[in-house]
């Protein structure tokens, strides 16, 4: 898992969202070894606290993705103005999955 952490600046971590829905989504989808996605939003406290992971079948493929640079945390054009400080971490989640099934059917 790739993990983009980012504190936004105050009040613009809706905006910051938005671009994550296009900007962010588009960087990753339909590359080579890509899984998937999410993003969300801190509750309360912590509401200006955003993140982005990407899901990849293996750290080559993160390379292959973001090149030389795939230690730094990949900055869109307009992502600066919106960004207090971000860092990215690189998870390895293969066998720390669980998720309960959805009961509700």
């Given amino acids: 898992m790739r993990l983009f952490r980012v504190r936004a600046k105050p009040g613009c971590a809706e905006e910051l ?14 590359e080579p070894g890509n899984m998937g996605y999410f993003f969300g939003r801190g509750l309360s ?8 992971a990407s899901f ?3 750290l080559d493929a993160i390379k292959r993705r973001f090149g030389e640079d795939w ?10 103005e919106l ?7 690189h998870i ?5 999955w669980f998720v309960m099934p ?4």
């Fill in 45 to 52: 406290v912590d509401e200006d606290v955003v993140v982005f």
């Fill in 17 to 30: 969202l938005k671009k994550f829905e296009s900007t962010s989504a588009d960087v990753v989808r339909h």
């Fill in 92 to 96: 390895d989640v293969g066998s720390g």
């Fill in 83 to 89: 960004i207090e400080t971000c860092s990215i971490e």
């Fill in 56 to 58: 990849w079948t293996g």
């Fill in 71 to 80: 230690q730094i945390s990949f900055l869109p054009q307009g992502y600066d």
């Fill in 102 to 105: 959805d009961r509700s059917q």
